[in-house]
């Protein structure tokens, strides 16, 4: 497994792919964070990162995809599927090894957001006063829902040959997943709409960005992540019924 993330992972940064993720993402959440006056933190007047953790699940929606789409779509396109599962390496393994590097490259991304953190923490009247611990459970939300856009965009990949279909399909799933439920919600009322909202990821985000971490809330994106990655994995191994 570590030789397909390693493979994978150097391709990303052999090409424009990681820079323009990389770049995009913190551009858009440095424009609504600092600039934009409606959501600045400078003109907001209090000392928190909720613009960013409201922002960044909406930007990965459509940066994920794009880093997941070529995963095992080009591979099929190219003919060079068949090779690679014929090495000595399990369907998990390969799997496996592919979704790593697809979250590394996304993890990757909010490292530089650590700074926005640092100078917001600067800026506070009397300095330090923001909520660290709700910071730093809206990090590990974003880094889970993150993880969860990557397996979707994973095994939209493994559905295809073609990549935009690819990219389509994961961005569907990943507005399904994150804000569908929450609409369907809407609909109803009590009991009804606590338990759809709960299968969604927003209200599990939510939780967390309130610095509760919650085991209910880890299961949730842990179960969620298997259960697509299962289903990947099924999708591959297709080609031996």
């Not at 190219?78 to 998990?92: K, N, Q, W």
């Not at 880094?143 to 095994?155: K, P």
């Not at 990949?157 to 994961?170: E, K, M, N, P």
């Not at 967390?208 to 994106?221: A, C, E, N, T, V």
Request: a neutral charge; aromatic letters at 14%.
């Amino acid at each position: 497994m570590y030789a397909i993330l390693r493979k994978e992972f150097n391709a990303f940064l052999s090409s424009p792919v990681a820079y323009v993720v990389i770049g995009v993402f913190l551009v858009a959440t440095g424009l609504f964070v600092w600039v934009f006056p409606d959501s600045s933190v400078l003109d907001y007047g209090y000392a928190d990162l909720q613009t960013l953790f409201n922002m960044a699940p909406w930007i990965f929606l459509f940066l994920i995809p794009a880093i997941t789409m070529r995963t095992f779509a080009e591979e099929k396109k190219a003919g060079t599927i068949e090779l690679l599962l014929t090495r000595p390496l399990t369907d998990s393994q390969i799997i496996g090894g592919k979704y790593l590097a697809c979250l590394l490259l996304a993890l990757l991304a909010l490292v530089p957001t650590l700074l926005y953190y640092y100078s917001v923490y600067q800026l506070g009247a009397p300095k330090g006063n923001i909520d660290s611990a709700a910071t730093v459970g809206s990090y590990l939300g974003l880094a889970l829902l993150a993880a969860v856009f990557a397996a979707i965009g994973i095994f939209a990949s493994a559905i295809t040959r073609d990549q935009i279909i690819a990219f389509l399909v994961a961005v569907v799933g990943c507005f399904l997943v994150y804000s569908g439920f929450d609409s369907l919600a809407s609909v109803f009322d009590g009991a009804p709409a606590y338990y759809i909202s709960q299968l969604g990821i927003a209200a599990h985000y939510r939780d967390l960005s309130k610095g509760l971490i919650d085991s209910r809330d880890l299961l949730y994106f842990f179960s969620l992540i298997a259960c697509l990655l299962l289903g990947t994995r099924l999708v591959l191994q297709s080609r031996n019924w």
